[in-house]
Every structure is written in structure tokens, then in C-alpha cells.
């Protein structure tokens, strides 16, 4: 029994450490401002009250606790560099949300260090019509070191004069960690104005921010008639294949965002989320790809082996 309560011991001290680790409560103090909150209803009408941008989709609102937050940063990551035209077309739909829900002239600054821009290149003035946002409402600079880029974002931010701030990173690079996230958190906080975190082949790690998005590419659906029926053959809005790493629901939660650029609005693509699923792979997913030419990649499909005689 004594080894028992040892044990039980060592691991509550272990969580209390990652929660410290984290930036996240302790689990003591979490259970004591519950229990607070619960019992004090002018607290938990406060916390209600905190400034949200609303997506209008019931389950996607109540997962992010009314919507993501006016007052602070969310991150939106891809797991490799291909995936870096979803991540960066779902910021800008986000953008161009934000604005349409605000009515607001105020432009939007992209800050992108140097590889996210050698890497992925620089926003496109034609492609940002066509995704709702009109190129004189967005400042795109690149400046050549991480550390001015987050000085940057952290000023912008500081600012409140402009409609959001999209900081662009690479991956995990070491001079950016927990304590320079709950900085430019703090600060997108004090403005109430938010904070869009875009990193492209980055993977999980400890931030500030308010909910975490893994997004990769999805095919878009047909385009819809005005009687309701789908076009053959043709191509739609955008869909977004979306997974809530980051928030307080206990597992992760998986879907099909679509983007129209002509009405500003989002809505669950249930056409494409029933032909793939992350906890509903595809049957066969057909062979993979050959080995390229130059360098290494993943092997070819090998088919049965036959014995063969020698030929001497």
C-alpha cells in the first residue's frame, strides 16, 4: 500500500511538471478554479462572455468553446511542406472570415521569415481575389532573420490598428519556443486583437496557443446548381481536411471544413467526408509511387515471386 501511494505520488508530481513544461494549469489549481467557477456564476458568465469569432457549424462551435478567440493566438501547422498550400489557403479563409463577421478596412499582416518564403513562396495577388480577400487588405514581409519576424509579429500585434496577424514559420526552429509563443499570446491578448500562428512541416509542441489545427489538402466537391443537384466533373470550393489537435475536448476531432470565397461562410463538406475519413481509410489505397531517379523514396509494389530456372 505504502509502495502504491509512493507511486501515485511520483506520478502527480511528474504531471504538475509537464503542465509547467506546457504553460498549461496545474492539475490541482484546475480542479480548485472549477470548482470555484461552479460555484461562482458571475465568474463562469465572465468566461462566456470572452470575445470569440463564431463559425455558425453547431459541433465545430461547441469543440472550440463559442469559436476561436479575438484576443489570441491559434495555431495552424502542416506535417510536411507539400501540405503548405492547405495550410496557408485555410489562414486566408480565416482572414477573410474575420474580416466579413467585422466589417473591417483594417489590412492584414503576413509576416513570413526567409525558408517559409523559398519554401512555399509569397501570397498571390490574383489567387487572393479569388479566395474573398481583396490584395490592397493584406502586407506581406519577409525579413531576413526569425528573430525580427517574431519582433514583427509581436509589434503588429501590439498595435491593434490592423484586422489579424499571420506569423509564418518553417517547422520547429530553436529560437522559437513556449516562452516567445506566450509572449506574442500576451500581447495579441492586451490588443484583443488575434494571432495566427502558420507553421508549414512543423510537429506538435508545447505553445500559448488557444487550439491547434493540423490541416491537410482534401478534394473539393462538385459545384452546386441552384436546384440543389451536384455538376459533374466540375470543381468546387475549397474543402479542408481539418484535425483539432489543441482544445479542451479529450481526444482529437476530426473534419471536412469547405471555404466559399463568394459568400465569406464556412460549412461542413459531408460529400467528402464520407468518402475519407481519418478513422475510415480507404479499402485499397493503390499502389505507391516508384523510386525517383535521383533520390531515395519509398519502394515500389512488389508483385508474387516465381521461381525461374537458371538459364546455364
Given at each position: 500500500m505504502a509502495e502504491n501511494a509512493t507511486a501515485r505520488e511520483t506520478l502527480f508530481a511528474l504531471r504538475e511538471q509537464i503542465a509547467r513544461m506546457e504553460g498549461k494549469p496545474l492539475p490541482s489549481l484546475a480542479a480548485a478554479k472549477q470548482a470555484d467557477a461552479a460555484?461562482?456564476?458571475?465568474?463562469?458568465?465572465?468566461?462566456?462572455?470572452?470575445?470569440?469569432?463564431?463559425?455558425?457549424?453547431?459541433?465545430?462551435?461547441?469543440a472550440?468553446?463559442?469559436?476561436?478567440?479575438f484576443d489570441g493566438l491559434t495555431?495552424?501547422?502542416?506535417?510536411?511542406?507539400?501540405?503548405?498550400?492547405?495550410?496557408?489557403?485555410?489562414?486566408?479563409?480565416?482572414?477573410?472570415?474575420?474580416?466579413?463577421?467585422?466589417?473591417?478596412?483594417?489590412?492584414?499582416?503576413?509576416?513570413?521569415?526567409?525558408?517559409?518564403?523559398?519554401?512555399?513562396?509569397?501570397?498571390?495577388?490574383v489567387g487572393l481575389r479569388q479566395f474573398g480577400l481583396d490584395p490592397h487588405e493584406i502586407l506581406y514581409a519577409s525579413p531576413r532573420r526569425l528573430d525580427d519576424a517574431l519582433w514583427l509579429a509581436e509589434a503588429a500585434v501590439?498595435?491593434?490598428?490592423?484586422?489579424?496577424?499571420?506569423?509564418?514559420?518553417?517547422?520547429?526552429?530553436?529560437?522559437?519556443?513556449?516562452?516567445?509563443?506566450?509572449?506574442?499570446?500576451?500581447?495579441?491578448?492586451?490588443?484583443?486583437?488575434?494571432?495566427?500562428?502558420?507553421?508549414?512541416?512543423?510537429?506538435?509542441?508545447?505553445?500559448?496557443?488557444?487550439?491547434?489545427?493540423?490541416?491537410?489538402?482534401?478534394?473539393?466537391?462538385?459545384?452546386?446548381?441552384?436546384?440543389?443537384?451536384?455538376?459533374?466533373?466540375?470543381?468546387?470550393?475549397?474543402?479542408?481536411?481539418?484535425?483539432?489537435?489543441?482544445?479542451?475536448?479529450?481526444?482529437?476531432?476530426s473534419f471536412f471544413l469547405e471555404w466559399n470565397p463568394r459568400d465569406r461562410q464556412f460549412s461542413l463538406d459531408r460529400e467528402t467526408g464520407e468518402t475519407s475519413s481519418f478513422r475510415n481509410p480507404p479499402t485499397h489505397p493503390g499502389a505507391g509511387l516508384p523510386a525517383s531517379a535521383d533520390r531515395q523514396d519509398r519502394s515500389s509494389v512488389l508483385g508474387p515471386v516465381v521461381a525461374n530456372e537458371r538459364a546455364s
Open positions: 460555484a461562482d456564476p458571475e465568474a463562469q458568465k465572465s468566461r462566456n462572455n470572452q470575445p470569440r469569432l463564431p463559425f455558425g457549424i453547431a459541433p465545430l462551435d461547441a472550440l468553446d463559442g469559436g476561436l478567440p495555431e495552424i501547422r502542416s506535417m510536411v511542406m507539400l501540405d503548405a498550400g492547405a495550410a496557408s489557403g485555410f489562414v486566408l479563409a480565416l482572414a477573410a472570415y474575420l474580416k466579413a463577421m467585422e466589417t473591417s478596412e483594417a489590412p492584414v499582416l503576413w509576416v513570413g521569415d526567409v525558408v517559409s518564403r523559398q519554401e512555399a513562396g509569397a501570397p498571390y495577388a501590439a498595435s491593434g490598428v490592423l484586422s489579424a496577424t499571420i506569423l509564418e514559420i518553417r517547422g520547429n526552429p530553436r529560437h522559437f519556443g513556449l516562452t516567445e509563443s506566450r509572449r506574442l499570446g500576451l500581447r495579441a491578448k492586451a490588443a484583443g486583437r488575434p494571432l495566427f500562428l502558420l507553421r508549414h512541416a512543423g510537429e506538435e509542441e508545447a505553445s500559448s496557443a488557444f487550439f491547434r489545427f493540423l490541416v491537410k489538402p482534401a478534394r473539393a466537391s462538385g459545384r452546386r446548381l441552384p436546384n440543389g443537384s451536384m455538376l459533374g466533373g466540375s470543381i468546387g470550393h475549397p474543402v479542408f481536411q481539418l484535425t483539432l489537435e489543441k482544445s479542451r475536448n479529450p481526444a482529437p476531432l
